[in-house]
T-cell receptor, first 113, second 112 residues
Framework: SQTIHQWPATLVQPVGSPLSLECTVEGTSNPNLYWYRQAAGRGLQLLFYSVGIGQISSEVPQNLSASRPQDRQFILSSKKLLLSDSGFYLC????????????FGPGTRLTVT | QQQVKQSPQSLIVQKGGISIINCAYENTAFDYFPWYQQFPGKGPALLIAIRPDVSEKKEGRFTISFNKSAKQFSLHIMDSQPGDSATYFCAASSRGDYKLSFGAGTTVTVRA
């Protein structure tokens, strides 16, 4: 069966510091991968998605970037965090091709102080 | 702009009652409509999904009703239980699209 991991689970970082969040998927090959952000009590905002290694599509121009160095690894980064970057970051995967079902990871709670 | 509009924002129901959440869309190319359940501090979990070739799909106490002509779909939670207290998101996608368009979410509270 497929499993999706995210780490760290929680993170407190000062303004201006760098960020690296990691997501890995097990049990599948060539998944589509997604990064979402969820502000407190709000909906899901798609940040990036990737349909293959090195292929990244950005949905919202901002202080963040994403990379996919391996087939089942997706990384969310920032060079300098802003207060507005605080939130709950969720990674998701779906099957190869334009399949519909997306499955979410456990999330990373980021607080920028 | 938000392609899927969800209502209500929140609702409170007594144990054993029926919770109803509604979603509406404009994009007629949408042909997949999932619902996600999210508990506090957890990632959303796929709950149930429907395609427009059927008008209703039931899984246990959860039922999706779909009205293609009205471009609306809804989630009914029958015999609501305190363990159903969560935030529910509707979503939609179309063939060939890698993305899901999510509604804003509905927080359901079931009172014992």
């Amino acid at each position: 069966s497929q499993t999706i991991h995210q780490w760290p689970a929680t993170l407190v970082q000062p303004v201006g510091s760098p960020l690296s969040l990691e997501c890995t998927v097990e049990g599948t090959s060539n998944p589509n991968l997604y990064w979402y952000r969820q502000a407190a009590g709000r909906g899901l905002q798609l940040l990036f998605y990737s349909v293959g290694i090195g292929q990244i599509s950005s949905e919202v121009p901002q202080n963040l970037s994403a990379s996919r160095p391996q087939d089942r690894q997706f990384i969310l980064s920032s060079k300098k965090l802003l207060l507005s970057d605080s939130g709950f970051y969720l990674c998701a995967w779906s099957g190869m091709g334009a399949t519909y079902e997306q499955y979410f990871g456990p999330g990373t709670r980021l607080t920028v102080t | 702009q938000q392609q899927v509009k969800q209502s209500p924002q929140s609702l409170i129901v007594q144990k054993g009652g029926i919770s109803i959440i509604n979603c509406a869309y404009e994009n007629t190319a949408f042909d997949y409509f999932p619902w996600y359940q999210q508990f506090p501090g957890k990632g959303p979990a796929l709950l149930i999904a429907i395609r427009p070739d059927v008008s209703e799909k039931k899984e246990g106490r959860f039922t999706i009703s779909f009205n293609k002509s009205a471009k609306q779909f809804s989630l009914h939670i029958m015999d609501s239980q305190p363990g159903d207290s969560a935030t529910y998101f509707c979503a939609a996608s179309s063939r060939g699209d890698y993305k899901l368009s999510f509604g804003a979410g509905t927080t359901v509270t079931v009172r014992a």
